[in-house]
Structures are given as C-alpha cells and as structure tokens.
C-alpha cells in the first residue's frame, strides 16, 4: 500500500516545495532591501502582461522544455543527464551547418531538417558518455560534466576558427539565408486575426516543443520500449532479469535525451538568434534540470515548468531593467527549486507521509 | 625555450595548482567517506566572494579567509543535510549549491559594492602577500638551482604552502589514523562501520565539513591571493577540473597532487601562449582548455588504468531495512 495517495506525489509535494523556494526567494529580495510583492507585481506585469511578455516568456520555455524533457528521459531509465547544456551547443552546431551549407527552399523543409541535424548533433554528443556508462561503467554524470567543457571548447575553436566570415572579429557564424526564417508567433497568429507582438522571440518551435512533449509521453508510456526505459530505471537486477539488454536502453534513453537537448536548437539558434554564436544556450540545458525535477519527469509537468521557468526568465530579465535586483536572482530561485524539489525531497515528504499514515490510522 | 621562462611556467603552475590542489583534497575526503560532491565549484565560489568582501572592508585578509572558510562551511553543511540527514541525492544537491553560489555572490555584491556583482580590489593588507623563504635572494645567483629555489619555490603566499602541506596531512590522516580508516571504511560499507558501532552519521558529516573547510580555502586563495578581489564567476570551472583531478588521481592524495600540477600546467601553458606550434602541427588553446577534460573521459573510460569510486559513493545510508 502506497503511504501517500498520488495526487499528493504528484500535486502536493511539488506545490510545498515551490512555496518553500518562493518563500526564501522572498526573505532573499528583503534581505538585499527590495520589496517583494512589488517585485513579484513587476514580474507578472512584464512577463504576462503584454504579448511583447508572452513572447519572450514562451521563447523561454521552449528552450526549457526541451532540455527539461532532455533530462525527464534519461530519469526514467535512472540516469542523470547532466550534460544537456553540452548537447544543445552541439546540437547549435547541427542547425548552423544545416542551414548554411544547403539552399532551402522553404523553411518547413528547413526546419524540418534543422531539426534532425540538432537532433543527430545532440545525439551524438551524448552517445560518448552513454557507451562509456553502459559498457565500462564510468559514472555517466562525471563523464557528462566534462563533455559540457569539452563541448564549449569545441564549439570556441569551431567558431572562433571554421565558421567565423572573412573579415569579422566576432566569434559568430554569417546570418543564416532568410528562406530559413522561422516564422515567430506574430507572423503566425497574424492570418487568425490575434495581434501578437511583432519584437518578441516566441516562433513555431514552441509546436515543435509540445509536438516533443507529447511524443516522449508516447514514448514512455504507450510503447514497449518506453516499458523497458522504466524498468531499468526502476530496477537494474529487475530489468535484466526480464531479458531488457541494459546496454541497449541505457544507450537508446541517452541518445534521445540528448536528441532533445540538441533540439532546442531550432529555437533559439534558428528561430531566435538565426546565427550559431558563442555561449547560445545561455545555461538553458543546466535549467532543465530543475524543469524536470519540479515537473516529476512528467511530459506534461515539464510543460508546465518550462512555462514557469519561462515566466521567471522573462520576469527576472524586467526586474534588473527597472529595480536594482540583479538577473541573478533567478538562478538563485533556479538552485532554491533544485534544492527543495531534488534534494531534500525528503524533508517534505517524510512529515507528510507522517500525516497521511495517521488520518488514515484515524479513519480505521 | 628559455630556462627562466621554463621556470616562469613551473611558477604559475603552481600558483594555478593551488586552489585546483585545495578543492581536489576536498573532494578526496568527501567522496572518501562516500559523499559524492559536485558542489567543489559553489562553495569556492562563495568562499570567494565573502572572504574578498570582508578583506576588503576590515582590511584584514585573515578575517576574509575566515568568513570565506565559513561560507564555504554554511554550503558543506547543506549538503550534509541534505544528502546524509535527509537522504537525498548527492548529485542533485551539489547542483543546486553550484547555482545558489553562483546566484547569491552576484546578488550580495550589487547589494554591498554596487560594482556589477564584483568587490572593489583588494590593497596590501586585503591580500595575502608572498613569502620570501630564507636565503632566497642571496641563493638566486646559484645557477639551475638558484633560479628554482627563489622563483620558483619561495614567494608564494602561505596558502600555497599550506595547499602543499595539505597534501602529506591528509595521507597521514587518511591512511594513519583511526579516524582516517573510519572514513575510508564509511565511503566503501558502511554497515560494517554502523555495527562496529562507529556513527555513520558523524563521521559522513566530519567528512564533509573538511571538504568545507577546504574548499574555504580555495576560494579564499583565488580571491585574496591568485586575484585581487571578485568578479562574477570567477572560480570558471575550476571545482570541475578539481573533480576531474580527484578522478584522474583515482582518490588519492599524492596523486591527486600530481594531478592537480598537471592540470596547472596546462593552464599556465594556455595563459601563456595562445596557439602552440609542434613540429608543423598547430595545437589550438581550445584543445589545451579542453585537455583536462577529456583525459579524465579517458581514465574513467579504464583504457588507462581504470577510475574506480569508493564503492558506497552516492547511496545514502538507511539504518534499518
């Protein structure tokens, strides 16, 4: 019998420990001599408040929901991905080649290979450290810390010394052709009679990104191989005594982890930037981490996240414009949902499982 | 290439092995007693900051090294409390503390100096100045041997000194002492240290404070010493390439020195110059930066001489089943 009912796994715990990291992230903000609720005011205004908000909002948690879902795939075959940073630099490569070294025509065909091209880039990237764990048992959260080093070296001398224009000093590919524009969401919305803000970064890859939610809640839950991701994850000795080959899923979990860090390419390489530059993630595959700690590696939590973290980015981003509180706050409130949703779980759970057992004790 | 520009290199070698070496022990008696600890870059991150904030205001660089020592305990113990009292994961943990660091240096920086999240620089009695070892200068005539003893081993600050010290300290610790074995034996069974009736609770705290207290250090030393004050993310990965080195070293303290050294020289190499010609070949100073990492891909890989972790590393220990 399960201590607790699922609604409380699923809903309860995550909801007192985003309470308990707003909570400090509040006694943080009046520690440094702001006020709170104004700056909470401040953030939903400049984050929701206008289309201009929503658009960077949702630019955001594209980015997040790729590396979020990046990180919930490999959770469920019982690894930490901690590399989706390195895999979606890489994967920043694969666009920027695609789209610079063949003329599209269109940029459905465009993206769609983009896609690929980030998708087989991030795959790759994550197969090294992926091999290294299944076969030789090097422990695949080192290996993939240092392939996040290896890779900004690699995208540096890439950069820096390949695809840099003749005659630019900046560490930055040439601007990709415009029949590979993405179209953003204004350009979308337009035609259904929505004005949507013309300046804001939002495009058609946030589709792409729910298109990836929902098949990585296909993947886990309705196929076979989504079954044998689960079982590892839940029991090695479990798993192969089931005849599940180890080195087989641990491998294909990863390489589709990493598929999807490197796809969050297509939106902030293509749809956004529409050059490769230094440092393009910006962090966002270290952020998946805690999209997919607080969405309890579900597809549709980490949806939820990913807008969530979206809305703090943007908020965050509005706050150093117009208080004296610095960007960095977010990753402050970033490590809060890490420490409380991951980390001491246990601290919350442990008190409420406590209280479940005795009503439940009571209604007997 | 020029014997003093050898001996240059040698110099900042070490000066770049240090907080490298400092963490790299850190970690060594973390993941020891069965504490796998990612957070070595967080809390030399915040160590940092708060000892070059408070030698910047007392003016006192013993007090800053002090506050740093204690920020750094302040993350050590949640860390503890969190992978050992609560049960959590090590890893997760030592994520969050890496973003709280790099989040909360930057936050209280605006807050005190208003400098762009960076303290103002640090004067003499802020910093940790060099030592000069007796008959440096009047030894630096010798040749060979002259130029090595006062380049490059006097005139280093004493944390430096302290940082190598550490080195022997923690073999004899470790391999000498009841409580050395006691911690070995925590990170590789610790049910068998629970029934010899050894607390596993204690001696995992115990571990993870030095690991604390070390990592103080570190961050002290890249703040108050290798720099003159803060900036924004300065220990630059320097937590990873100690893990890296702790790898590399397969957990142990001589070798984690020479680890450490290596990793130093390479730096000092790619500070040095920017792109190295070798018979034709142009080694670019990416390759150089991305070195560390990769070698110890190789070692954990076990094509050379295989990496292998205290074996209760990373599970927390539950009393009763």
Request: hydrophobic residues 55%.
């Amino acid at each position: 019998m399960d201590k607790m009912p699922k609604w409380a796994d699923v809903v309860l715990i995550p909801l007192i420990s985003l309470i308990l990291a707003a909570l400090l992230s509040a006694l943080v903000i009046l520690g440094i001599g702001e006020d709170p609720v104004a700056a909470v005011k401040l953030m939903v205004n400049g984050a929701l408040g206008s289309t201009y908000g929503w658009g960077y909002t949702l630019y955001y948690a594209t980015n997040f929901m790729f590396t979020g879902l990046a990180v919930a795939v490999a959770a469920h075959a019982g690894l930490f991905n901690i590399g989706g940073e390195g895999q979606a630099m890489l994967g920043g490569l694969g666009v920027a080649l695609v789209c610079l070294l063949i003329p599209w025509p269109h940029w459905t065909l465009a993206l769609a290979f983009a896609a690929l091209g980030a998708g087989i880039f991030g795959a790759a990237w994550a197969a090294i450290p992926a091999y290294l764990q299944a076969k030789r048992g090097s422990h695949i959260v080192i290996t993939t810390i240092m392939f996040n080093f290896i890779a900004a070296a690699v995208l540096n001398y890439v950069l820096v010394n390949v695809l840099r224009p003749e005659g630019s000093m900046d560490p930055a590919t040439e601007r990709f052709p415009q029949a590979v524009h993405l179209p953003s969401l204004h350009e979308l919305l337009a035609p259904i009679g929505i004005n949507f803000s013309k300046s804001a970064p939002a495009n058609v890859s946030l589709l792409v990104a729910m298109g990836a939610c929902l098949f990585v809640w296909l993947l886990i839950w309705r196929t076979p191989l989504g079954y044998e991701i689960r079982s590892l994850g839940k029991s090695e000795p479990g798993a192969r005594y089931a005849g599940i080959s180890s080195v087989r899923t641990v491998m294909i979990a990863m390489l589709i982890s990493g598929a999807l860090a490197g796809m969050m390419a297509v939106n902030n390489v293509m749809g956004e930037a529409e050059r490769l530059v230094l440092n393009a993630t910006e962090g966002a595959g270290f952020i998946g981490i805690a999209v997919a700690l607080m969405g309890r590696n579900h597809p549709f939590g980490v949806f939820l996240a990913a807008i969530l973290f979206g809305f703090l980015y943007q908020g965050g981003a509005e706050l150093a414009l117009w208080t004296s509180i610095p960007r960095e706050l977010i990753v402050v409130i970033q490590a809060l949902v890490i420490l409380f949703t991951g980390a001491l779980d246990n601290m919350v759970r442990m008190p409420l499982e406590k209280i479940f057992l005795a009503v439940r004790r009571g209604q007997n | 290439m020029e014997f003093l520009t050898i001996i240059q290199i040698l110099d900042s070698t070490v000066r770049l092995a240090t907080p490298l070496l400092l963490a790299c022990l850190a970690g060594l008696y973390s993941e020891r007693a069965g504490i796998f600890d990612i957070g070595l870059e967080g809390k030399m991150l915040m160590a940092a900051f708060f000892s070059a904030a408070v030698a910047a205001v007392t003016g006192n660089v013993w007090l800053g090294l002090l506050a740093g020592i204690a920020s750094s305990l302040l993350l050590a113990g949640l860390h503890g409390v969190a992978s050992i009292t609560f049960r959590g994961n090590q890893l997760i943990s030592g994520v969050a503390i890496n973003f709280l660091a790099a989040g909360m240096t930057v936050l209280i920086a605006q807050d005190w100096f208003q400098q762009g999240g960076r303290t103002p620089s640090l004067f003499s009695g802020g910093r940790f100045t060099p030592i000069t070892l007796p008959f440096a200068d009047s030894l630096s005539g010798v040749p060979v041997l002259g130029p090595v003893y006062s380049e490059l081993l006097s005139g280093h600050s004493v944390l430096v000194y302290i940082a190598f010290l550490a080195v022997p300290a923690t073999w004899w610790i470790l391999f000498r002492t009841r409580f050395g074995l006691r911690l070995r034996a925590v990170g590789e069974n610790p049910a068998a240290v629970d029934t010899a009736g050894v607390s596993v609770v204690g001696l995992r705290y115990g571990a993870v404070m030095i690991c604390g207290l070390l990592c103080g250090i570190a961050g002290a030393y890249l703040a108050t010493a290798l720099q003159a004050g803060f900036v924004k993310d300065m220990t630059a990965g320097r937590g990873f390439i100690a893990l890296a080195a702790l790898i590399f070293a397969k957990w142990r303290p001589w070798h984690a020195m020479g680890a450490c050294l290596l990793f130093g020289l390479l730096q000092a190499i790619a500070l040095r110059f920017q792109n190295i010609q070798l018979g034709g070949i142009v080694i670019p100073v990416q390759a150089m930066d991305a070195l560390p990492y990769v070698l110890t891909v190789v070692i954990l890989a076990g094509f050379v001489g295989k990496a292998i972790p205290p074996r209760a590393g990373g599970e927390p220990y539950v009393k009763e089943r």
